[in-house]
């Protein structure tokens, strides 16, 4: 399997750079091919963050960054300047689930751990840390059909399309209505998890069909949305999903919007961090703790927020800044439970 050739292979590295000693010095490479939300910004932030915690382990990681708005080829050069630079690992928000394949193949060949976050890709000489994007989608899918009782006409607003992260949650919702009949999605759209892309598309929408009962919006754009149905005066009609930065938190709370919100935590990166590291000391994966449609995935919990639980959600980060996510990571001891 490839993994095992994979892990061979960065086994025999380290031996080598370390000869006699072990390594407790790690260069780790962060890409992120997009830099389109402040919830990007806080995802380096929390990973770079992680690193300094394995200080008080003894071990030193440096962290290389190349964040900025590329397509697959130029998230591709991030890669291939990585590997030029001898890091020991790369982390990745990747702009593909495919098109990694063979560079990634490359860094495996150097002995290079590569794992990817936020978004599945497909290669095997790669790892996944983080939430199961379908899944979240099905949650709040399933809170707004059941919220709106089994039956109504609902709107999608959609993120950047061919993102693998977008195209699995929107296989992830189409899932969920299908099982219930009574549930019309009457058109879907993307605005690239731009917040005034959404509030945009929403006024369009409810301007081409005023009889709205739900919306399915991801984040990034939820606030957008809730906007233009604030204008339009059907807040009390109206149940959409919501998002989870903090100033969406304040006004969902204080206007007592019908909302819902998977949660997918800036923190992934950090858990994939702490993932790597681990496995970069030389520690062992369990047996059968891979997942996910490409047999390489590790996935965290998805939380949930709704009317239930929003104030106690909301009082854990009312004293952020209005852009600051709702995040949770693994920690070192945590990320330890998927090795042996």
Known sequence: MAYRKWMAALAAATMMAAGTVSAKTYTIGLSNGWVGSEWRTQMIDEAVAAAKKWESRGVDIKVLVQSANVDVQGQISQVRNFMNRGVDAIIINPNSPTAFDPVFAQAAQRG??????????????????????????????????????????????????????NQMRVEGYREVFKQYPGIEVLNEVNANWDQAQGQQAMQNLLATYPDIDGVWVQDGM????????????KTDTIAATGE?????????????FTSGASVNPPGVMASALNVVVHRLQGEEFKDGIFQGRYGNAMYVPVPFIDNSNLDEVYDSVKGKPGYYSVTDSLSIDEAGRFFK
């Open 112 to 165: 290079i751990l590569v794992a990817s976050t936020d978004a599945e890709v497909s290669s095997k000489d790669a790892i996944y840390v983080g939430i199961d994007q379908k899944e979240w989608a099905k949650q709040s899918a399933k809170w707004l059909a059941e919220t709106l009782d089994g039956k109504g006409r609902v709107v999608c607003i959609n993120g950047v399309a061919g993102h693998p992260a």
């Open 222 to 233: 939820a606030a957008g949305a809730w906007r233009a149905i604030m204008n339009a005066d």
């Open 244 to 256: 989870i930065r903090v100033d969406f938190l304040k006004l969902w709370k204080n206007k007592g």
